[in-house]
């Protein structure tokens, strides 16, 4: 008996699997949802998979064999799991089970049954009644750390002029800050009701029209990231990790973020971590051999900070908000979205994601860059511990843009340039491997 509603998985492979440290287990054989998207995504996610399964049998001698097991969220979702359904019955469900049938159970049970997946871009339907599947996605899961790398790929234009020094890997909280979603539309009941409670007993004086959303931080969110992200800038040799905040401001919440980060620093790294304050004063303004430095930054200055001295900065741990807005000024600075892998990770489990939209007018068109969900995929191989065939990605990237063999979004910015497409684009990466 299947234990998914309208999936059947695949039986020519395995699952990952942790051990009793919580590490993953990574079979040779290993099975992977992949989710292919709404618009865009089956274009870019056929091209990533086709990259992926030749970097794997070139670098392992065909001895390793990614299992692909497609599962289903956004549209073809809701046309497979609203089958059952007449459209009368769709128009009188609540949002929970419309949403449902966009991003159905099987599908949050898969992920979670199989720790590692990958999904093209997802589009929320308009009237749905919830904000966004890819939110949904990361806090059904608790995949807390939205992760993205940011670095510059040879030959990809770009706006600065010294786009080869930034060299950053965003921590960005996922779960809490405005993006929790609870927010009250101006003039409701429940608007009303929340306002006239905080300027009747706390003295606000908040306009009674007014929308208002409600900005939770906790400590147990905001711990749980900055030691993602310290254990990160450990294990890949970063030298420091910056608290992006506005805490000048917002004191009990983004300053409270900047304080529970320092805490979290010295209770569990103190041995290899130190403060600004710690360096200077002890250390003459240098940073001891073999130590890390963990520092703040307040969020508008940091705008600055990464065009001016992104080569002063390495892990970036931050607030939903503020990690929303720099990790795409950090992709603008080396070409923009096309390349930008991301990753959503939490304890149990991990979703590697395109970070660029949908795209509908450009669907079925082979025409847009694969290069964001290829890099998510770089991202997810690293993840499993399957470095070798990262590396000879990466490389065949560069050595293909180098080529001047690119998709448009590329081209147009070079000269006499003819761009290729989606596919043509994966083929020249699988030929220059």
């Given at each position: 008996?299947?234990?998914y509603e ?8 395995e ?22 998207g ?5 274009e870019?996610?056929?091209?990533m998979?086709a ?5 794997v ?7 390793k064999e ?15 799991y609203?089958?059952?359904f ?15 049938l966009?991003?159905p159970?099987?599908t ?9 997946a990958i ?6 339907p308009?009237?749905?009644g919830?904000?966004?599947l ?5 806090q ?17 234009p770009?706006?600065?002029k ?18 929790s979603?609870?927010?009250f ?13 905080l300027?009747?007993?706390l ?5 009674m ?6 900005k939770?931080?906790s400590?147990?969110n ?20 910056t ?16 304080d529970?980060?320092y ?18 004063a ?12 963990i ?6 200055s940091?705008f600055?900070?990464?065009?001016l ?9 931050l607030p ?7 990790s795409d ?8 979205l096309?390349?930008?892998p ?5 304890d149990?489990?991990a979703v ?7 795209a509908?007018?450009?669907?079925g ?10 890099f ?11 470095t ?16 001047k ?14 761009p ?8 020249a990466?699988?030929e220059?491997m």
């Amino acid at each position: 008996m299947s234990l998914y509603e309208k999936l059947t998985p695949p039986t020519n492979g395995e699952k990952i699997t942790r051990d009793k440290d919580g590490n993953l287990i990574v079979p040779d054989k290993p099975i992977i949802p992949y989710i292919a998207g709404d618009g865009i995504g089956p274009e870019v996610v056929d091209a990533m998979r086709a990259v992926v399964d030749a970097a794997v049998k070139t670098t392992y001698n065909s001895k390793k064999e990614i299992i692909w097991f497609e599962i289903f969220a956004g549209e073809k979702a809701r046309d497979i799991y609203a089958a059952d359904f007449t459209e009368k019955q769709i128009e009188d469900m609540d949002s929970k089970d419309v949403r449902d049938l966009f991003l159905p159970k099987d599908t949050l049970k898969v992920i979670t049954d199989y720790i590692v997946a990958i999904k093209g871009p997802l589009t929320t339907p308009i009237g749905g009644g919830f904000r966004s599947l890819n939110v949904a996605i990361r806090q059904l899961l608790d995949l807390y750390s939205c992760v993205r790398p940011v670095s510059h790929i040879k030959g990809v234009p770009a706006p600065v002029k010294t786009p080869e020094k930034v060299n950053m890997v965003i921590f960005r909280e996922n779960i809490e800050d405005v993006y929790s979603g609870i927010e009250f539309e101006p003039e409701s009941k429940d608007a009303k009701k929340l306002i006239k409670f905080l300027n009747d007993e706390l003295g606000t004086k908040i306009i009674m029209e007014s929308g208002i959303g409600i900005k939770p931080m906790s400590w147990a969110n905001t711990s749980r990231l900055v030691r993602m992200a310290i254990k990160y800038a450990i294990d890949k040799g970063y030298d420091s990790v910056t608290l992006v905040h506005k805490g000048n401001i917002m004191k009990f919440t983004e300053g409270k973020f900047k304080d529970w980060g320092y805490k979290l620093a010295a209770q569990e790294f103190s041995d290899i971590v130190i403060s600004e304050d710690e360096m200077w004063a002890k250390h003459d303004g240098k940073l001891p051999k073999g130590k890390i430095l963990i520092k703040d930054r307040i969020a508008d200055s940091m705008f600055q900070q990464i065009l001016l001295r992104p080569d002063e900065y390495g892990v970036l741990a931050l607030p939903n908000l503020n990690g929303d807005y720099i990790s795409d000024a950090l992709a603008a600075q080396v070409g923009g979205l096309g390349f930008a892998p991301g990753a959503n990770i939490g304890d149990e489990a991990a979703v590697f994601e395109a970070t660029h939209g949908t795209a509908p007018k450009h669907a079925g068109k082979n025409k847009v860059n694969p290069g964001s969900v290829i890099f998510s995929a770089v991202m997810m191989l690293d993840y499993m511990g399957w470095t070798e065939a990262c590396d000879i990605i990466k490389t065949a990237i560069e050595k293909t843009v180098l080529q001047k063999k690119v998709t448009y979004d590329i081209a147009r910015q070079l000269k006499d340039v003819t761009p290729i497409g989606t596919s043509n684009f994966a083929d020249a990466i699988i030929e220059n491997m």
